[in-house]
């Protein structure tokens, strides 16, 4: 039987055995041989003579990533109904934000196919390694634990040519099978829309903490980006609030203030789904300075016109999860 035939009789569970083969080779990085294997390149089985096993049932990696959670205080999706707004910039910068101020962060990169949080934080080579409790998250800047997918191929640019059922069981694996231990907050950032990784994380993830909707001004975006709010209510999660990116733009010489892209309308959708607008976040030319330089722009340029505002949405989403604390 080749590789081709084998993976479509045992779909389900090639995430699986990815992983046990990852946990197995201990210590040593994740190879690009493991994930062409899976693609149906190589013989898999005359490489690791590894026989078909049964599914996990998946009800069972759900309690498992449920309890590897269970040490994480705070769980938050930051999401968008459309690319381009800079949602996976929003939710890196303020896992960093939050790391700043003392708390224990971990950030989760969903998005399968255009994983880019490790560009985003400077950790284009770095790789996950595993030991006997699972997969081990890759420290990044100010400590934060990152975890992507990406960082599990030889190359960011291969690609993951999976469908939706993989996507989903690949998801739930990895929160199953990372050795999160105890957090503050975990960020979870995930790919424009509402499709399968959104589902994924709500249904896997019963205890959200709240979702984070990042839109950007214009028209369209409003339009697009108000079925991520509706996907959030329906699914009965908290919506914490709209983030508005690329708001403005202030002139660092005059001082002066320009809508380079339109009219806000994060005020707008945010009175429309009675929700709060948590920031707007300007534009900043040191933000593609820091990416070309590959560093963090929060570490890169602290003193940055976005930076401050990401520093307040920090403290905002803070002082929101607190009062709820207090409150109950």
Request: hydrophobic share 40%; with cysteine; aromatic share 8%.
């Amino acid at each position: 039987m080749n590789t081709l035939t084998w993976i479509k009789h045992h779909i389900l569970d090639y995430i699986s055995i990815l992983v046990r083969l990852i946990i197995a080779s201990y210590n040593k990085v994740v190879t690009s041989q493991i994930t062409v294997a899976y693609l149906g390149e190589p013989n898999m089985s005359q490489n690791y003579a590894m026989k078909p096993q049964a599914p996990t049932p998946i009800f069972k990696i759900i309690n498992e990533a449920r309890e590897r959670l269970g040490k994480t205080k705070y769980k938050i999706m930051v999401l968008s109904g459309k690319g381009g707004v800079g949602k996976t910039f929003i939710s890196s910068m303020l896992s960093l934000a939050l790391a700043e101020r003392g708390y224990r962060v971990a950030i989760f990169d969903a998005d399968i196919h255009g994983s880019s949080i490790p560009t985003v934080l400077g950790l284009e080579n770095a790789r996950h390694y595993a030991g006997p409790y699972g997969i081990e998250p890759v420290p990044g800047p100010l400590g934060v634990k990152v975890v992507a997918i990406n960082m599990m191929l030889d190359t960011p640019d291969t690609p993951i040519v999976w469908r939706g059922p993989l996507k989903s069981r690949a998801i739930t694996e990895l929160l199953a099978k990372v050795n999160w231990g105890e957090n503050d907050f975990l960020i979870i950032d995930l790919p424009p829309g509402t499709g399968d990784e959104a589902i994924t994380i709500v249904q896997t993830i019963s205890d959200l903490d709240g979702a984070i909707v990042v839109t950007a001004p214009s028209i369209l975006s409003e339009v697009i980006v108000a079925k991520a709010i509706n996907f959030i209510i329906k699914n009965n999660t908290r919506l914490l609030g709209i983030v508005e990116n690329m708001s403005y733009f202030k002139c660092p010489k005059c001082g002066s203030t320009y809508q380079l892209l339109g009219k806000s309308t994060g005020e707008d959708l945010a009175k429309k789904y009675n929700t709060r607008l948590l920031a707007k976040i300007p534009l900043d030319p040191y933000i593609g300075e820091a990416l070309d330089k590959k560093k963090p722009y929060l570490v890169e340029y602290p003193e940055g016109e976005a930076a401050k505002a990401l520093r307040g949405l920090a403290d905002r989403i803070v002082e929101l999860l607190a009062s709820d604390k207090n409150s109950n």
